[in-house]
């Protein structure tokens, strides 16, 4: 089984509300990330966990929460978010975080924050 | 940062080869060399990697230049279904590193 599934599929929410986004994998992987892509642009990374700590936080807002409760599960906990927050979230993992090996990506959440 | 340079876009005819460059003049002596796809709206797609070798797969081949600052993405026969855009990554040492650049979006003509 080589596939990381993301939940849901798509979210709409307003500005008050609280979320989540889920991502599960079950390779094995040690490493898994969060990405966000906005429409044309690249995927952006904002999370690493490795080895269920946090690794890099590259500087997302304290409005977006990671959080890693085993080696499988990946949460994206979503607060107080404004419309420019809307954009694909992506998740991904990787055997762990030497350079050699692949990213596996699921299909992504798209978000619309109204 | 190591960063790369990727053509904006390219097109190809079905069933001929095509070759995607991507420059990388800043990478260092231990960056692994990552090609990614996505296809529309799709989440992206591991294609290959590579050190200093040339690479095979059943996906594509990676051409890595000797100095190792340029490297192409060589598909042996574009089909209607490789029409996506192309990443071209540079992972670091350490592993943290894992930026993309704007990439190459393909087209494939019938």
């Known amino acids: 089984d080589t596939e990381v599934t993301q939940t849901p599929k798509h979210l709409v929410m307003g500005m008050t509300n609280k979320k989540s986004l889920k991502c599960e994998q079950h390779?094995?992987?040690?490493?898994m990330y969060w990405y966000k892509q906005k429409a044309k642009k690249p995927p952006e990374l904002m999370f690493v966990y490795s080895y269920e700590k946090l690794s890099i936080n590259e500087s997302v807002p304290s409005r977006f929460s990671p959080e890693c409760p085993n080696s499988s599960l990946l949460n994206l906990h979503l607060h107080a978010l404004q419309p420019e927050d809307s954009a694909l979230y992506l998740c991904?993992?990787?055997?762990?975080?030497?350079?050699?090996?692949?990213?596996?990506f699921g299909p992504g959440t798209r978000l619309t924050v109204t | 940062d190591a960063k790369t340079t990727q053509p904006n876009s390219m097109e190809s005819n079905e069933e001929e080869p095509v070759h995607l460059p991507c420059n990388h003049s800043?990478?260092?002596?231990?960056?692994?060399i990552h090609w990614y796809r996505q296809l529309p709206s799709q989440g992206p797609e591991y294609v290959i990697h590579?050190?200093?070798s040339n690479v095979n797969n059943r996906m594509a081949s990676l051409a890595i230049a000797e100095d190792r600052k340029s490297s192409t993405l060589i598909l042996h026969r574009a089909t209607l279904r490789d029409a996506a855009v192309y990443y071209c990554i540079l992972r670091d040492d350490t592993g943290n590193q894992f930026y993309f650049g704007t990439g190459t979006s393909l087209t494939v003509i019938p």
């Open positions: 800043t990478i260092s002596g231990t960056d692994y």
């Open positions: 590579g050190l200093t």
């Open positions: 991904a993992s990787s055997q762990d975080l030497a350079r050699l090996y692949e990213q596996y």
């Open positions: 390779m094995g992987h040690r490493a």
